[in-house]
């Protein structure tokens, strides 16, 4: 992932998935020639047999993309056979976003790719196009959507975004989605990148798609095919092909030319003007001097990592490099996606920093060929540092004007879900929890999900849950604990009697175990029955001593991975009074606990129905190391009144301020601490109403870090003066 403080780059891919068969060769074979494989007594290759793995252009691209720290979404075709699951849980292990990829219903299989690997990493493939070539006209539809509003999203959270392309799709589909993305880009104003590589279709490129993708990237044999055969064995007569492609309408051409490296071409058309600029990185020997050894995903690789490179903001001097990095680690290993690099040797390979969105661009005077510098200019990097522990954490650093931090990953309400089902359309029913999953997966947006315990999870296995979580490209964020009122009703971690409290510690146990099952990282507290009705009902000293002890122990048995966050509501529709009733005494508490994996959740409606100001409650929590945990929703400010209206729809400019603190506190460095909405849908379109959720989060987060920026926001807590 991206180090903390920066914005992970949106790369967004549609294109083609395979099951790829690697068969070593000792050479390929001639015409109607039988040759047996290599193996391990024939030294070839390594000694290594045939091998499989996932490939495909744009699965490729798509797990690059994900390891070189971008947030990485495919949008593609599976098929209808047992490749398809193997294929989608190999993706999601690498991070890659499948929520808008479809799974073919007629009986078509999933693409495969045959390659033959010569010795010296040489390789030829045979692709069979199955699921991948099946693309229907509403398919393709949905596709441009999804890309253009991955652009959006993107905008929102104030990050670069790339969409790729490749030729092992219908071209239809290419066009629509390309011209989806730049009519999203013309009318919103938001800015966007379409790269295409040209591989996968040996035939002409048509006009309408060059005239919509904005880098078309061919390899060495392709420009050639491209350009009716024009040899391209010289750096001259590489370029002159080049032009060649951009005088059939490219606005720019990325050529990968194997051991001679890559070469852009790009800018006007005016060549004795010099409006022409041209581009050449050499190749880049591998880390220790390695031989290459299989070719297969190299081009993927570069093409992946010149993508993120311009959606971090930087150069085309810097995303050449950056490419060649890529392509040099990937040729040193075998197998395609096995071979792709992560994202810190690829850029030490590069000697570029891990940097934030620059914003260069080349726009110097031309030359005809120009030779790239073996590092970036020193004044075209910005260092980018992991952030520090929660030990030596600067509680308040001084607002940086550069770069808005990133946007914490977002999870929303799952039971939101079975509102509307006459809307829903999956396979699964709403009545079951992977229904409910399976619907939420539909909300662009969303990355973690948070399941009740016991209500979401008795009866079914963590296996279960988990595929289902990966089927939708979602994770586990949390468990939160919902104790039954049938034996709770009377309180669960306060109640008076001793034995209730034991065994609302043990329920909240096996609630850690599910978090330690799904890979979450908090199981958060809701003392739903842990208030009073009347005076004297209660021995508030010792109330306040049992929930200490009990927490405690809660705390213990989950272990130090797991974060324990009490989502205390100071109002609550069970109790007239809460046991913890604000924030300064849910600060006591976690005091008196004394467990560093103990905190706090704050729910924004609930403060604002307390009286309380949720951005102070936020500062105050954070100054006590305790802010686990945010929910957003909004509440008119009637005590008991309703909490499950979306974010900011009647608190704009607390919601403004809650989420300013929340940057100025560094609130969502690292997974552990997300954003949660905690809505109610009624008569709304539960996924309509968190895709709302999401956008106006995105929008007011910007909002925040452009005031933090300017310093608009400083001046006015200096002044303290309601008109500042």
């Known amino acids: 992932a991206c180090a903390a403080g920066a914005l992970a780059p949106h790369v967004h891919v549609v294109g083609s998935v395979n099951v790829d068969i690697t068969v070593p060769v000792p050479r390929l074979p001639a015409r109607e020639e039988t040759l047996l494989a290599s193996d391990g007594s024939s030294g070839g290759n390594g000694g290594a047999g045939v091998s499989l793995a996932v490939g495909g252009k744009g699965a490729n691209q798509a797990a690059a993309a994900a390891r070189l720290g971008a947030r990485a979404r495919f949008c593609g075709r599976f098929g209808s056979d047992t490749h398809a699951p193997w294929l989608r849980e190999k993706l999601t292990a690498e991070g890659v976003d499948l929520r808008r990829s479809v799974h073919d219903g007629n009986g078509v299989g999933s693409g495969q790719g045959y390659v033959l690997l010569e010795p010296d990493g040489a390789a030829t493939s045979v692709v069979v196009g199955g699921a991948n070539a099946a693309w229907t006209a509403s398919e393709a539809e949905a596709a441009g959507v999804a890309a253009a509003d991955a652009v959006d999203e993107a905008a929102i959270a104030g990050a670069g975004a790339v969409v790729l392309l490749q030729r092992e799709i219908p071209e239809f589909v290419n066009e629509i989605v390309a011209a989806a993305v730049k ?8 800015r966007a990148v379409v790269l295409l590589d040209a591989g996968g279709e040996d035939r002409a490129l048509g006009p309408t798609l060059l005239s919509l993708v904005d880098y078309v990237a061919p390899n060495e044999g392709e420009l050639s095919r491209l350009t009716d055969g024009m040899p391209t064995a010289t750096a001259d007569e590489a370029l002159a092909a080049a032009r060649a492609l951009r005088a059939q309408g490219a606005a720019a051409v990325l050529v990968t030319l194997g051991d001679r490296g890559a070469l852009l071409v790009h800018g006007g058309v005016e060549v004795e003007g010099k409006e022409e600029v041209v581009l050449h990185q050499p190749a880049l020997r591998p880390p220790g001097g390695g031989a290459a050894v299989d070719a297969t995903a190299a081009g993927d690789a570069f093409r992946a990592a010149f993508g993120v490179a311009l959606a971090e903001g930087r150069p085309h001097r810097d995303a050449l490099r950056l490419g060649a990095a890529a392509g040099a680690i990937a040729v040193a290993r075998r197998g395609a996606m096995p071979s792709l690099p992560r994202r810190e040797e690829c850029y030490a390979l590069a000697g570029l920093a891990v940097a934030g969105a620059g914003g260069a661009t080349d726009t110097a005077p031309a030359v005809e060929w120009e030779e790239c510098a073996d590092s970036a200019a020193a004044d075209e990097k910005q260092e980018r540092v992991d952030g520090p522990s929660d030990a030596d954490v600067e509680l308040w650093p001084s607002p940086s004007p550069s770069a808005a931090p990133p946007l914490p990953l977002l999870a929303s309400r799952l039971n939101s879900m079975r509102a509307r089902p006459e809307l ?10 992977l229904g409910l999953i399976a619907r939420q997966a539909s909300v662009a947006g969303l990355s973690l999900v948070e399941l009740n315990y016991p209500q979401h999870l008795e009866g079914l296995a963590a296996a279960e849950v988990l595929a289902a979580l990966r089927a939708a490209g979602l994770r586990a964020g949390g468990v939160a604990m919902r104790f039954p009122e049938s034996a709770f009703s009377a309180g669960a971690l306060t109640a008076a009697s001793a034995d209730v409290r034991a065994s609302a510690v043990r329920l909240a146990a096996e609630a850690c175990g599910w978090v330690h099952a799904l890979n979450a990282s908090q199981l958060v507290v809701w003392p739903q029955f842990d208030g009073y009705d009347y005076n004297l009902q209660v021995d508030y000293a010792a109330a306040l001593d049992a929930a200490a002890e009990a927490y405690g122990a809660v705390a213990d048995a989950c272990g130090p991975r797991v974060r324990v966050s ?21 600060v006591e508490l976690v005091r008196r606990v004394g467990r560093p994996n103990f905190g706090l959740t704050l729910d924004f409606g609930h403060l604002l129905m307390a009286g309380e100001n949720p951005a102070q409650s936020a500062a105050l929590a954070h100054g006590a190391r305790a802010l686990f945990g945010v929910q957003l929703n909004d509440a008119p400010v009637r005590l008991g009144a309703e909490d499950g209206l979306a974010f900011a729809s009647a608190h704009p400019q607390a919601a403004l301020e809650l989420l300013f603190w929340l940057q100025r506190a560094g609130y969502g460095r690292g997974e552990r601490e997300h954003l949660y909405f905690d809505t109610f849908p009624l008569r709304e379109d539960p996924v309509a109403e968190a895709e709302h959720n999401v956008r106006v989060v995105g929008e007011l987060w910007a ?22």
């Open 183 to 190: 009519e999203r880009v013309r009318r919103a104003g938001k």
């Open 703 to 724: 909002a925040a870090a452009a005031m933090a920026a300017s310093g608009v926001a400083e001046e006015a807590l200096r002044a303290r003066d309601g008109l500042a």
């Open 424 to 433: 829903w359309r999956g396979a699964e029913p709403l009545s079951s929890v």
């Open 566 to 586: 009490l989502e205390f509501k100071p109002t609550d529709e069970k109790s007239r009074f809460a046991l913890v009733p604000s924030t300064g005494a849910a």
